[in-house]
């Protein structure tokens, strides 16, 4: 079931400064490593909550010609009418869904879990967090779109009230704003709209910039409260 992750390296983590009660699962983009993020994590990170970034496998990519790189499942293409890997999809999802019981084993309940990621690592969160049994504290959706869209229906959504912080520039030109304002238009018909925050940055292309992060450790620490 984990085989997704254990055919990559151990995941990059940023432990808490103290004694560990959340944890962030933050997924990187296509042909990434768990490095860069783990960095922008430690960046801002919290006292309290311990940061997971894992690699995603090495596999061969047919939207680059075939060339292998980290990839969390395959892409055909990045139009919102192209094929999609639904068998890579759901095995990577079955992957994070094993890092999070193991995060449960290592003593963080899921519910003081926030899984988050960026680009293809932001798609595929955004559907293990809608489709896990497990209760998770909320999901990070960066400069991403939500795969298998059309499968998906409130009947088959085991969390329908996650919170969700959905980010996206302006400027992108891999994966255009358009398919976040259909993203969220689509999570506003599966889960609680009034549990979903979408954020806009001028100017900024498919990366991060300085607002966003702050954006990201306010809801960090909104969803996973400090306790006792």
């Known amino acids: ?8 390296p151990l995941p990059v983590i940023v432990p808490a400064a103290c004694r560990a009660t959340a944890a962030v699962i933050f997924l ?22 311990k940061y997971i970034c894992p690699h995603a496998p090495i596999m061969p990519v047919t939207l680059n010609m075939n060339m292998a ?3 969390w499942f395959d892409i055909a293409g990045l139009s919102p ?15 994070i869904r094993a890092l999070i019981d193991q995060e449960v ?14 680009s293809q690592g932001g798609a595929l969160s955004l559907y293990t967090a809608l489709t896990s049994p497990q ?4 999901v990070l ?4 779109w939500l795969p298998l869209r059309n499968s998906l229906s409130k009947s088959v959504i085991s969390n329908k009230d996650i919170s969700v912080l959905q980010c996206h520039g302006e400027e992108d030109p891999l994966v255009p704003l358009v398919f976040g304002c259909l993203t969220v238009e689509k ?22 910039c300085p607002e966003e992060m702050m954006d990201i450790k306010q809801f960090i620490e909104k969803q996973l409260p400090k306790i006792n």
């Open 81 to 95: 009418d192209a094929e999609e890997d639904e068998t890579g999809i759901k095995r990577a999802s079955e992957s």
């Open 1 to 8: 079931m984990c085989g997704n992750i254990m055919s990559a």
């Open 69 to 71: 790189m980290p990839s």
């Open 141 to 144: 959706a960066l400069s991403c």
């Open 135 to 138: 209760k998770l504290a909320g």
């Open 28 to 49: 990187h983009g296509l042909g990434d490593t768990g490095h860069g993020w783990a960095e922008a994590m430690a960046g801002i990170r919290t006292p309290y909550v």
């Open 187 to 208: 999570l506003k018909v599966l889960l609680n709209p009034s549990n979903i925050t979408f954020k806009t940055y001028s100017r900024m292309p498919h990366s991060a």
């Open 105 to 118: 084993k290592n003593g963080i309940p899921s519910h003081r879990i926030v899984l988050g990621g960026f």
